[in-house]
């Protein structure tokens, strides 16, 4: 990806649920980004929103033409929101078509294929462009065999009490301190964000249900083959009204030795009140944690050993620190903000708590 | 469907678990069956090999040249048979283009949609028959939204403890025996054979993972349009390790009121045994079942009111009713083998339990 240059398609999205596509590269991805297109917030920069190190700079324009014209141009669009259901708003089509005509590849998770759109394809087709969509799968249709998992690797699974709070974060920050520390440790993505970040991986919401449990099942032996500690981004909740589904099939597809728990304090429902008078309460953590033990037992042993909290609801630093202290007293396990307050703590815990699936003892 | 009249391709699988659609449509179906086509069961008749009333003379054939000079000849040919992970054995394609040329439609539940395969569409469109796929997915990709339920509907849901040992047939025995005593009942199919049988419903496990739990929604909304008693066909067990995220769906889309566990006394692990030394075991009664209410209530509250045993492993009735009672005893629930010993008594105490829900209390 020598030279690729990303703008980032946000369009009112920047300080909702709906951006975090869009934060997710520019947080944890390695591509440099020429500026992110939201003209809601239009004129400014990504750090008047989010303390994002090293993309503190990045522009915030109100156009795509804002950016055409600059010296070292972007050479992708990529779209940086994931709207409930996947599908493109008709709104976006000039912009991406403009996109293509100036010479643009695009990139995009959404579960409407941009390839499969006549008027895109044609489109790319005449420009000589790539049309890339993260969220096709493209392994094979596989029914899961229970495989066990390689000798000396430890597989860990984040699970949580709610989507969109940042599970995939926290294994991107756990890889980045097991990494640090000279673990040999790999990041596997089940989702369109963390496989635009990392490159590969299996979006696994958009295969077909039958073959959810195998395709993950694939992936995770595709990391194994890479590491010592396999750390499996998680998708939903198993309480979720809509996505508990996937959340079930990474866990039976994965069998992760160990799981790790997040959860957003301040969140009292799911997001997602579609409809009047319901509303689905956010699960108390210690029976979750136990539920998720039992119910990954189910088909393979699997323990809950870290609570990654997301406490951006709470602004005061100390108040997050107290609420912290006081999950672990509640649980029983090691807790932090991995983002907020960095990884290397939860993941001296984690190592801790799976090195001897790794380690070989002295003497055998 | 006037006139139509099939002849089922059951190769090979007249005797085991791949020939459940085959038997499924004999048993369920409506239409006229000219023959069932296994070479290694040939020549024959179903009632040799399974008890179904109305069927027992239904002759089995080598081949399907033996049914085309017939002066009945089928007009259509249903593959029988569902493989593990859904694909077109290659020894089928010269039936079935055998079938296209003499005239036949083709009815299939498979993965791999025949309707894609150039070949077989090609032979079609020549001559002129219709390839009809009943496992692709027709509806709209909608996510769950977390709908109530019609006032006055009882939905009732399918589960158990492994996937092929019958829920279908349960399902569709206790709608038999409702509308036979005047309640108005509706069978929900969530598979290719349900779907083959009632000529509507959703291929749940053939749908994009993210969708799952919104078309199990729908098809439910379309069950309590037509019935007050809604029964949904279930797929898999909530612990089987390539199945449990399709079951998991199915509960947390349907948010049943209430459940019928299926169950196969005698069966000791799942039919899963793809890898040396891995076994997965089934589970217990009275533990499972507290597990489904616990996990179905993550999202709307559901209560196990009765257990239906697949005694098909008991070949003596008196032995197969003894462990009737004992299920009783050790559930605390009404249980019954509504294949063999009639869906009545089952359907009076899934009413009871259900009633409530159904009829307005006087005065109201």
Partial sequence: MGGERLVILAEGALDDHGGKTAFGVLRYGSRPVVAVIDSTRAPGRIGDIRRIPGRMD?????????????????????????????????AWRPVLLRAIAAGLDLVSGLHTFLADDP???????????SLHDVRRPTGPRATATGR????????????GTDCGIGKMSVMLELR?????????????????TGIMIEGWGAPVDAVVADFVQGTVERI?????????WVLV?????????????????????ATPHAMV?????????????????RSFPIAPLPGFIELHERIAGLVAPSRVVAIALNTSRIADEEAARRLIAATEQETGLPADDVVRFGPDRLWAAVREATRHLVEVAPGT
């Fill in 176 to 192: 980045e301190a097991a990494v640090r520390t000279g673990d040999r440790a790999a990041f596997v993505a089940t989702g369109q």
């Fill in 119 to 129: 008027e895109l394809r044609g489109a790319a087709e005449a420009a000589g462009v």
């Fill in 220 to 228: 995770v032996e595709q990391g194994e083959e890479a590491a010592d």
């Fill in 261 to 277: 728990m997040v959860h957003k304090p301040g969140l009292v429902e799911h997001d997602f009140a579609h409809l009047p008078g």
């Fill in 58 to 90: 990045v522009p915030i324009v109100a156009s795509l033409e804002d950016v055409l014209a600059l010296p070292d141009p972007p050479t992708t669009l990529l779209i940086g929101i994931a709207p409930t259901g996947g599908r493109l708003p008709d």
């Fill in 233 to 253: 981004e998680g998708q939903g909740s198993l309480d979720h009204p809509a996505y508990s589904s996937v959340t079930l099939g990474l866990i039976h597809g």
């Fill in 148 to 159: 066990a998992h390689r000798p000396r690797t430890a597989v860990v699974l984040a699970v």
